[in-house]
Nanobody
Framework: QVQLVESGGGLVQAGGSLRLSCAAS????????MGWYRQAPGKQRELVAS???????KYVDSVKGRFTISRDNAKNTVYLQMNSLKPEDTAVYYC?????????????WGQGTQVTVSS
């Protein structure tokens, strides 16, 4: 069984910064892609940023230049550094991991962490 534990969300004023962390544990033998999604009230969940095992990154246009995704393979952890936050960044943020659990590749999700940006 694989568990993802997120931390780092909270309330911040516009222009501020937050750093999200997501640590994977359990029956993990290998991790490929890792990512962060977000879902605002009344909207569909969207991919914010992703990072491959080779550390190639992708970002949704709305966060380019403000957010940075990174990973620590030794700790099975993915991070999202969020700078210059805007009220429209307010959402529940979920981490997402593709992992090999000794039997097959599967996709795992964190429980979500609330990010609220006040104007």
């Amino acid at each position: 069984q694989v568990q993802l534990v997120e931390s780092g969300g909270g309330l911040v004023q516009a222009g501020g910064s937050l750093r999200l962390s997501c640590a994977a544990s359990g029956s993990i033998f290998s991790i490929s892609d890792m990512g962060w999604y977000r879902q605002a009230p009344g909207k569909q969940r969207e991919l914010v940023a992703s990072i491959t095992s080779g550390s190639s990154t992708k970002y949704v246009d709305s966060v380019k230049g403000r957010f940075t995704i990174s990973r620590d393979n030794a700790k099975n952890t993915v991070y999202l550094q969020m700078n210059s936050l805007k009220p429209e960044d307010t959402a529940v943020y979920y981490c997402n991991v593709d992992a090999w659990n000794s039997k097959f590749w599967d996709v795992y999700w964190g429980q979500g962490t609330q990010v609220t940006v006040s104007s």
